[in-house]
């Protein structure tokens, strides 16, 4: 199993980006998929989640600029970040819980991608 970030990069305060990560491999089913970011000196904290029922969640610090959604049929998530801040820059990760096959049994584990840098600044 893998998950493939992309959709990072640098843009202006106030500014826009969309994150996508796609999950891939051997994958049965996919429950909660989140976003997490770590700033330099900082720790991996959550950014947003959302569940197979589309139940979404987010930190306080994002709520009103941060959208996550997911399109289950193509195994990916998606993060609409809008009026962005010099404070969301990070390094943005992609987790997911997957449920995978492996010979007749059925495993259940965290994945997480690699990270996609986000730089906010003018």
């Known amino acids: 199993v893998q998950l493939q970030a992309s959709g990072g990069g640098m843009v202006q305060p106030g500014g826009s980006l969309r994150l996508s990560c796609a999950a891939s491999g051997s994958i049965f089913n996919i429950s909660a998929m989140g976003w997490y970011r770590q700033a330099p000196g900082n720790q991996r904290e959550l950014v947003a989640t959302?569940?197979?029922?589309?139940?979404?969640s987010y930190a306080d610090s994002v709520k009103g600029r941060f959208s996550i959604s997911r399109d289950s049929a193509k195994k990916t998530v998606y993060l609409q970040m809008d009026s962005l801040k010099p404070e969301d820059t990070a390094v943005y990760y992609c987790k997911a819980d997957v449920t995978y096959i492996r010979g007749m049994s059925l495993y259940k584990n965290p994945y997480w991608g690699r990270g996609t840098q986000v730089t906010v600044s003018s």
């Open positions: 959302i569940n197979s029922a589309a139940t979404t």
